[in-house]
């Protein structure tokens, strides 16, 4: 079974730039795989961050970018700051058996 | 004002059934293909299944963990989504978000509601 990877854990200084990636186990994500970041603070739900591997959903601020890098969709975080401290979470569609697959999150430090 | 609320959540034994809605409010609901999402306590979102539009049928999908004992619906007429959950097992605990799944991506989501099976 394929499974979504994310980097579990990531800290980035106040200013900084943070990559985050969304990979597979088994192959490399491409845009045909729709990918897709989410944003979640403690207790709330989650907010739509960026869809389509770069298209920002709205009222998303332009320092939060989506790409594909080498095998693996990215979000970067550009001039972070502290209220980026989240847990962010990526979405592959990996076919129509499966059609979303969440990543096991990435918790983001800001310090 | 565009808006999910999920209801219905709550304690329930092993084995039971337990049956959620989502209210929608503030866009089109019958255009949209609706999923539910769970997130069990200190761990990440899971997507659990998703409905399409009666334009497609209203087809379902289901995540394996859940496919046979979980059906998700809905009602148009009220704007409204179900999850019915049946011979929940403890693993089930989690809070349940709804959420439109429009293009590619979910798009707007419901605040959670809190589902806890214990005995």
């Known amino acids: 079974q394929t499974v979504v990877t994310q980097e579990p854990s990531f800290s980035v200084s106040p200013g900084g730039t943070a990559t985050l990636t969304c990979g597979l186990t088994?192959?490399?994500?491409?845009?045909?795989?729709?990918p897709s970041w989410y944003q979640q603070t403690p207790g709330q739900a989650p907010r739509t961050l960026i869809y389509n591997t770069n298209t920002r959903s709205s009222g998303v601020p332009d320092r939060f970018s989506g790409s594909i890098l080498g095998n693996k969709a990215a979000l970067t975080i550009t001039g972070a700051q502290a209220d980026d401290e989240s847990d962010y979470y990526c979405?592959?569609?990996?076919?129509?058996?499966?059609?979303?697959?969440f990543g096991g999150g990435t918790k983001l430090t800001v310090l | 004002e565009v808006q999910l609320v999920e209801s219905g959540g709550g304690l329930v034994k092993p084995g039971g059934s337990l049956r959620l809605s989502c209210a929608a409010s503030g866009f089109t609901f019958s255009d949209v293909w609706m999923s539910w999402v769970r997130q069990a306590p200190g761990k990440g979102l899971e997507w659990v299944g998703r409905?399409?539009?009666?334009?497609?049928?209203?087809?379902?999908d289901y995540a394996a963990p859940v496919k046979d004992r979980f059906t998700i619906s809905r009602d148009d007429s009220r704007n409204t989504l179900y999850l019915q959950m049946n011979s929940l097992k403890t693993e089930d605990t989690a809070v349940y978000y709804c959420?439109?799944?429009?293009?590619?991506?979910?798009?707007?989501w419901g605040q959670g509601t809190m589902v806890t099976v214990s005995s």
């Open positions: 979405v592959l569609h990996l076919g129509s058996g499966t059609p979303r697959v």
């Open positions: 409905i399409k539009n009666k334009a497609n049928n209203e087809a379902t």
């Open positions: 088994s192959g490399s994500v491409s845009t045909s795989n729709y």
């Open positions: 959420t439109t799944e429009r293009g590619s991506a979910f798009d707007i």
